[in-house]
């Protein structure tokens, strides 16, 4: 099973614009994967610097791990 689990708002589960989030667990260690990285440039898009939004996205990582993961 795939880390990217789609993200379905109500009423809206055909919408191809829907953001995808990283199914809960507890949090990553080491090398950001393909999909936690696609899904930071995602967050980095609809949410600029708002760190905390872009954790909601990937539920592997952490607001300090995300903010480093910024400056790389």
Known sequence: MS???RHET????????????????TEA???????EHD????????YGKGWKNIA?????RT???IRTHSQK
Do not use: C, Y
């Open 3 to 5: 880390l990217v689990e």
């Open 10 to 25: 109500a009423g809206d589960s055909d919408d191809d614009d829907a953001v995808p989030h990283i199914a809960q667990g």
């Open 29 to 35: 260690t080491g090398r950001w994967s393909n999909e």
């Open 39 to 46: 899904l930071f440039i995602r967050g980095l898009e609809l």
């Open 56 to 60: 909601n996205l990937i539920k592997t």
């Open 63 to 65: 607001v300090v791990q």
